[in-house]
């Protein structure tokens, strides 16, 4: 079992910036696949970047590419989303989410664990 636990939501005004934090526990994730999806309102949860826990590759939803960063780090077993140039359409609630794949895959349906969620909410 992979327990995950967000953090960093919150409001911020358009052009903003905000750091989201996953803490991980209860397993190594050295062969893991580490995501953040979001979910607005009336809408399905989408995928948002990925990390590999080993080597570090990351992939990005072309919505957030170039605005939005994924990181690790290992010492902390965290997971780190930073996200700059934010919209209002980026409002949603965002999950930290843990896949035991060994290539990055995008559909939440893949992903075995997921934390509780975190909002954040940006105004125009």
């Known amino acids: 079992q992979v327990q995950l636990v967000e953090s960093g939501g919150g409001l911020v005004q358009a052009g903003g910036s905000l750091r989201l934090s996953c803490a991980a526990s209860?397993?190594?994730?050295?062969?893991?696949?580490m995501g953040w999806f979001r979910q607005a309102p009336g809408k399905e949860r989408e995928f948002v970047a990925a990390?590999?826990?080993?080597?570090?590759?990351?992939y990005y939803a072309g919505s957030v590419k170039g605005r939005f960063t994924i990181s690790r780090d290992n010492a902390k077993n965290t997971v780190n989303l930073q996200m700059n140039s934010l919209k209002p359409e980026d409002t949603a609630v965002y999950y930290c989410?843990?896949?035991?794949?060994?290539?990055?895959?995008?559909?939440?349906?893949?992903?075995?664990?997921w934390g509780q969620g975190t909002q954040v909410t940006v105004s125009s």
């Open positions: 209860g397993r190594t994730l050295g062969s893991y696949v």
């Open positions: 989410a843990a896949d035991r794949s060994i290539a990055i895959v995008t559909p939440p349906k893949v992903y075995d664990y």
């Open positions: 990390i590999r826990w080993s080597g570090g590759s990351t």
